[in-house]
Every structure is written in structure tokens, then in C-alpha cells.
């Protein structure tokens, strides 16, 4: 960058500023940027040198207008001025590490690629590329340069997701256990009615009495295996209050069993009897699964959805791009537009082609901002614009339905929704990784 004539930083200032943690590539059009920018008030110099790429007094004054004008709309204290500045420093030092990193990595960007990127900047902006390169000029920024800054873009954004992506891991331990949590959680919801056939053991039995009462419980078991009706079973065998209905207890909350009872029959199918006996204080027990009043532990509610979706930078700002989707919002709702219309024009975001359609997804496939909106939408609701760490979203729920999943697919959405909850930490961590073997030179201002 050290490379570039001064009349040039301006661009990579606002290049720079597209490269926000966990944001995807946020780019708009350099022109719009030339003919909204007011002129700086401070004269231009050199604040940091990171490895090669250059921190300018220009990029941090407007880095620092915008974390103010951030806390303001989520009406947050605005830091003071050194805690301000320092705050935009830091960003831009951590945005100069990433377009390094990319740089050093090999990573390419094809041209065919770099050209969709271009022409989807110049639609945003309801221009024509000739048209997005005349604007250029008129600014007096080179067409070259633009294409140089966005290829950097595009290049750190896939260096940080395969780098932080390689960096997080999660156990077969931590699977089970939020498994286990999750399955904890339905407790209170899920109501099992459950029959058995309790042989009592009376308690401090010796072991000859133990004996007997567990070759009676395996009698029981035996007359189930070849066939007998579990009710008939019960009525003759059980030991207990409820054996003149065939032993069924009745339906109850999955808190209100005993966590035996509940862990036997947990994977049972309705219809199914525990394998083999049970033993608890009060004696041996055969169980046998009624029904479960709601979902079982496998079953899963997915959701067909479609978004557009909008990247804010330092051209387009979060307000601005909720206003726009906003009134994207009320075409469709007056019949005026359809999504999937708006989605391929607008839409910053892999699935604009297919009009914004995500496909089927199961919990946990997207962040909680987006998941919670999402589920919050009936069938053909369209939500008010979701902000999340990618951008901000307009969501419509096309359909739902309740899919039996497997082991290994509950699995693969545990591992998905734990991968989320460390991509913060890892980030960091890659962040302070390449902060320790990179050059950074701070400067003082010039006398």
C-alpha cells in the first residue's frame, strides 16, 4: 500500500472499513463514497505501518465518527475522545492484519469473480458498471485501484473464515452434553404415559428374597417376549396400584417421573418395552411407552426461509440499510414487488440467485439474532429487518414441518450450534496470533 499516491487513501480507507469483524466482504461503490464524503479537517498523515499496509489520520477520524454514531443509535455512552480514538485504531490495525494475511496466503479471486462483485457494487447503486467506472473518474479514483481494494476484501474475508474456522473444536464430550441438556430441557414440556409391571422387593430383602423376586420379574419379561399383551402381563404379574388398568401410570411431565423411568424409555419408539428389568428402591420394573403427548427427542421442527440480505459499511450505514429493507418490506406487502424479485437485485448474499431461498434447515443452522426472527414469523410472515454479525436481513417463512432426524444429524446440529458459540473466541485468538508475528509501527503526528 505504501506503494499507492496519496490521492488513493481515501479509497483504501473506505476499502478498509469494509472488513468488520465476522462480516462478510461489505463493499459500495467508491463514487457513492466520493459524493457523500465531506473533506477532512485535519491534514493527512501516517498513523500506523502494519507490515506493509498503512493506517491513515484520515481513516481513523472517520472510523471514529462512525463507533459514535454506532453508540448513539443503540443508545450506548459514547467513549471519550482517547478511548474513542483508540478504539479506531485498534480496528483498523486489525482490518490492515487480515488484507495482510490474505495477501500472504495464496488465496486467489478469479477476475470472472471480481467482476460479479463489481457488478453487483454497481447494481446496489442502480448504475451500470460503464457507468460505476465514469463515476470513478469524475471522483479522480482509479478503476484499477477499486478492483485491487475490493480483491483484498473478498481475500480477507475467506482468510478469516478458514482460519477461524480451522481454530475451533469441539469434543464428542461437549456433544453429549449439550445433547444431554437439550434433551433436559424437553423435561418440562414432553409428557410420557408409561405402563409397567413392578415386582416389589421389600426393603433390607435378603438375597435369597432378591433372588426370587428378580427370577419373577423375569417370568414377566418372558411372557412378553413370546407375545403375551403387556396389559394381560401386568393385570396377572404386577405388584402394584395400577395393575387392574394393565399398569398404565397415566400421562405426567417428564419432571414428574422418576429420572429412571425417564432415561428407560427415553429412546423407546411408543409401543416399545424396556429391553430388560429395571431395579429401583421399591423393587424391579418392566416399562412399557404409551405416548408421548408432543415431539420425540428425535424429531425436529425445520424451516423453509428466504432472505435479502444487506451489508452495511461505511457508505451504507445499519439505519440506512434498515430503512431500505424497510420499504422493501412494504412493496411486498402492497403487492408491489415480490421478494424473490428484490432478493436477486439486491440481496449481498449467495442465495440472491435463487431469490433469497435458504432450503430446509433444522435449529441451530443460523445465529440466534436471525433464528429467534425466523421462528418468530408464521408461515408466510415477513419480518421487520433482523440486524445480525453479517449484515441486516429481511426474513419471510415459506413453510415448516417436523422431520424425524438421526443420531448423527441431532450431532452434526450440536456441533454446529457449539462451532457458533466459539467463533468469538477463536477470532480473538487468530487475531492475537497474527498481531504477535506481524511489524506494527505507531506513529506520532507530524510537527
Given at each position: 500500500?505504501?506503494?499507492f499516491?496519496?490521492?488513493?487513501?481515501?479509497?483504501?480507507a473506505?476499502?478498509?472499513?469494509?472488513?468488520?469483524?465476522?462480516?462478510?466482504?461489505l463493499?459500495?461503490?467508491?463514487?457513492?463514497?466520493a459524493?457523500?464524503?465531506?473533506?477532512?479537517k485535519?491534514a493527512?498523515?501516517?498513523v500506523?505501518?502494519?507490515?506493509?499496509?498503512?493506517?491513515?489520520?484520515?481513516?481513523?477520524?472517520?472510523?471514529?465518527?462512525q463507533?459514535?454514531a454506532?453508540?448513539?443509535?443503540?443508545?450506548a455512552p459514547?467513549p471519550?475522545?482517547?478511548?474513542?480514538?483508540?478504539?479506531?485504531?485498534?480496528?483498523l490495525?486489525?482490518?490492515?492484519?487480515?488484507?495482510?494475511?490474505?495477501?500472504?496466503s495464496?488465496?486467489?479471486v478469479?477476475?470472472?469473480?471480481?467482476?460479479r462483485?463489481?457488478?453487483?457494487?454497481?447494481?446496489?447503486?442502480?448504475l451500470?458498471?460503464?457507468q460505476?467506472?465514469?463515476?470513478l473518474?469524475?471522483?479522480?479514483?482509479d478503476?484499477g485501484?477499486?478492483?485491487?481494494?475490493?480483491?483484498?476484501?473478498?481475500l480477507?474475508?475467506?482468510?478469516?473464515?478458514?482460519?477461524?474456522?480451522s481454530?475451533?473444536?469441539?469434543?464428542?464430550?461437549?456433544?453429549?452434553d449439550y445433547?444431554?441438556?437439550?434433551?433436559?430441557?424437553?423435561?418440562?414440556?414432553l409428557?410420557l404415559?408409561?405402563?409397567q409391571?413392578?415386582?416389589?422387593?421389600?426393603?433390607?430383602?435378603?438375597?435369597?428374597?432378591?433372588?426370587?423376586?428378580?427370577?419373577?420379574i423375569?417370568?414377566?419379561?418372558?411372557?412378553?417376549k413370546?407375545?403375551e399383551?403387556?396389559?394381560?402381563?401386568?393385570k396377572?404379574?404386577?405388584?402394584d396400584?395400577?395393575?387392574?388398568?394393565?399398569?398404565?401410570?397415566?400421562?405426567?411431565?417428564?419432571?414428574?417421573l422418576?429420572d429412571?423411568?425417564?432415561?428407560a424409555?427415553?429412546?423407546l419408539p411408543v409401543?416399545?418395552?424396556?429391553?430388560?428389568?429395571?431395579?429401583?428402591?421399591?423393587?424391579f420394573?418392566?416399562?412399557?411407552?404409551?405416548?408421548r403427548?408432543?415431539?420425540n427427542p428425535?424429531?425436529?421442527?425445520?424451516?423453509?426461509a428466504?432472505?435479502?440480505?444487506?451489508?452495511?459499511?461505511?457508505?451504507l450505514?445499519?439505519?440506512?440499510?434498515?430503512r431500505?429493507?424497510?420499504d422493501?418490506r412494504?412493496?411486498?406487502l402492497?403487492?408491489?414487488?415480490?421478494?424473490?424479485?428484490?432478493a436477486?437485485?439486491?440481496s449481498?448474499?449467495?442465495?440472491?440467485?435463487a431469490?433469497?431461498?435458504?432450503?430446509?434447515t433444522?435449529?441451530?443452522?443460523?445465529?440466534?439474532?436471525f433464528?429467534s426472527?425466523?421462528?418468530?414469523?408464521?408461515?408466510?410472515?415477513i419480518?421487520?429487518?433482523?440486524?445480525?454479525?453479517?449484515?441486516?436481513?429481511l426474513?419471510?417463512v415459506?413453510?415448516?414441518?417436523?422431520?424425524?432426524?438421526?443420531?448423527?444429524?441431532?450431532?452434526s446440529q450440536a456441533?454446529a450450534?457449539?462451532s457458533e458459540?466459539?467463533?468469538?473466541d477463536?477470532y480473538t485468538?487468530?487475531?492475537d496470533?497474527?498481531?504477535?508475528?506481524a511489524?506494527?509501527?505507531m506513529r506520532e503526528?507530524?510537527?
Amino acid at each position: 500500500m505504501s506503494a499507492f499516491p496519496r490521492p488513493v487513501f481515501r479509497v483504501l480507507a473506505l476499502a478498509a472499513a469494509l472488513a468488520f469483524p465476522h462480516a462478510a466482504v461489505l463493499a459500495q461503490t467508491a463514487a457513492r463514497a466520493a459524493a457523500t464524503a465531506t473533506p477532512p479537517k485535519t491534514a493527512d498523515y501516517i498513523v500506523a505501518v502494519v507490515n506493509s499496509e498503512l493506517v491513515t489520520e484520515v481513516e481513523v477520524q472517520q472510523r471514529m465518527s462512525q463507533i459514535a454514531a454506532e453508540a448513539q443509535r443503540n443508545q450506548a455512552p459514547v467513549p471519550d475522545a482517547a478511548a474513542l480514538r483508540q478504539q479506531a485504531v485498534d480496528a483498523l490495525v486489525n482490518e490492515r492484519l487480515q488484507i495482510s494475511a490474505a495477501r500472504d496466503s495464496g488465496l486467489k479471486v478469479d477476475d470472472a469473480e471480481l467482476d460479479r462483485a463489481v457488478e453487483n457494487i454497481a447494481s446496489m447503486n442502480k448504475l451500470s458498471v460503464a457507468q460505476l467506472r465514469q463515476r470513478l473518474r469524475q471522483d479522480g479514483l482509479d478503476y484499477g485501484t477499486f478492483r485491487s481494494n475490493l480483491r483484498d476484501q473478498i481475500l480477507a474475508q475467506r482468510i478469516r473464515e478458514r482460519e477461524v474456522q480451522s481454530r475451533i473444536k469441539v469434543s464428542d464430550g461437549e456433544i453429549e452434553d449439550y445433547l444431554t441438556a437439550q434433551r433436559g430441557n424437553q423435561a418440562s414440556r414432553l409428557e410420557l404415559n408409561i405402563a409397567q409391571v413392578l415386582v416389589r422387593v421389600p426393603e433390607g430383602a435378603s438375597d435369597a428374597v432378591v433372588a426370587e423376586k428378580k427370577a419373577r420379574i423375569e417370568q414377566a419379561q418372558a411372557r412378553l417376549k413370546a407375545g403375551e399383551p403387556f396389559a394381560v402381563v401386568a393385570k396377572d404379574m404386577s405388584e402394584d396400584s395400577n395393575r387392574e388398568r394393565g399398569g398404565e401410570i397415566g400421562g405426567r411431565a417428564m419432571d414428574r417421573l422418576p429420572d429412571l423411568f425417564v432415561n428407560a424409555v427415553r429412546f423407546l419408539p411408543v409401543g416399545g418395552v424396556t429391553p430388560q428389568p429395571l431395579r429401583s428402591g421399591a423393587g424391579f420394573h418392566l416399562l412399557k411407552l404409551l405416548s408421548r403427548a408432543e415431539s420425540n427427542p428425535g424429531e425436529v421442527t425445520q424451516t423453509r426461509a428466504r432472505h435479502i440480505l444487506l451489508r452495511p459499511s461505511a457508505q451504507l450505514s445499519v439505519e440506512d440499510a434498515q430503512r431500505r429493507l424497510s420499504d422493501f418490506r412494504g412493496q411486498i406487502l402492497a403487492g408491489k414487488a415480490r421478494f424473490e424479485d428484490l432478493a436477486r437485485e439486491y440481496s449481498e448474499d449467495g442465495s440472491a440467485a435463487a431469490g433469497g431461498d435458504l432450503g430446509w434447515t433444522s435449529p441451530g443452522s443460523f445465529v440466534p439474532e436471525f433464528e429467534s426472527a425466523m421462528n418468530a414469523l408464521p408461515k408466510g410472515g415477513i419480518s421487520q429487518p433482523v440486524v445480525s454479525r453479517f449484515g441486516v436481513h429481511l426474513i419471510q417463512v415459506l413453510d415448516r414441518r417436523d422431520v424425524q432426524v438421526s443420531p448423527e444429524q441431532l450431532r452434526s446440529q450440536a456441533r454446529a450450534v457449539l462451532s457458533e458459540r466459539k467463533y468469538n473466541d477463536a477470532y480473538t485468538a487468530w487475531l492475537d496470533e497474527l498481531r504477535s508475528h506481524a511489524f506494527i509501527e505507531m506513529r506520532e503526528p507530524p510537527l
